[in-house]
């Protein structure tokens, strides 16, 4: 059974900090790429940023330079380091993992809220 475990959500005013992080209970999380996702309200889920197993990473443009992800295979997480928050990033945000040969997992959502 495949869970990714999500934490670190909250409430943050503008130019804030917070940190997620996300356990994963897979096999072969070394090598499996794992990303963050966010959902805002009438809006699609969108990619904010992934990272391989060698930890090359990806980040979406509007978050380039404020958001880090990173992880640590010996405690199979990822986090999502994000600074100087604007409003605009409120959103609920989604672990995601893909498992070579297992599938697409997603965590539960964890919400983030920056107030103005």
């Known amino acids: 059974q495949v869970q990714l475990v999500e934490a670190g959500g909250g409430l943050v005013q503008a130019g804030g900090s917070l940190r997620l992080s996300c356990v994963a209970s897979?096999?072969?999380?070394?090598?499996?790429?794992m990303a963050w996702y966010r959902q805002a309200p009438g809006k699609q889920r969108e990619l904010v940023a992934d990272i391989t197993g060698d930890g090359f990473t990806r980040y979406t443009d509007s978050v380039k330079g404020r958001f880090t992800i990173s992880r640590d295979n010996a405690k199979n997480t990822v986090y999502l380091q994000m600074n100087s928050l604007k409003p605009e990033d409120t959103a609920v945000y989604y672990c995601?993992?893909?498992?070579?040969?297992?599938?697409?997992?997603w965590g539960q959502g964890t919400q983030v809220t920056v107030s103005s």
């Open positions: 897979v096999r072969f999380f070394s090598v499996s790429a």
């Open positions: 995601n993992a893909k498992v070579p040969t297992f599938g697409n997992y």
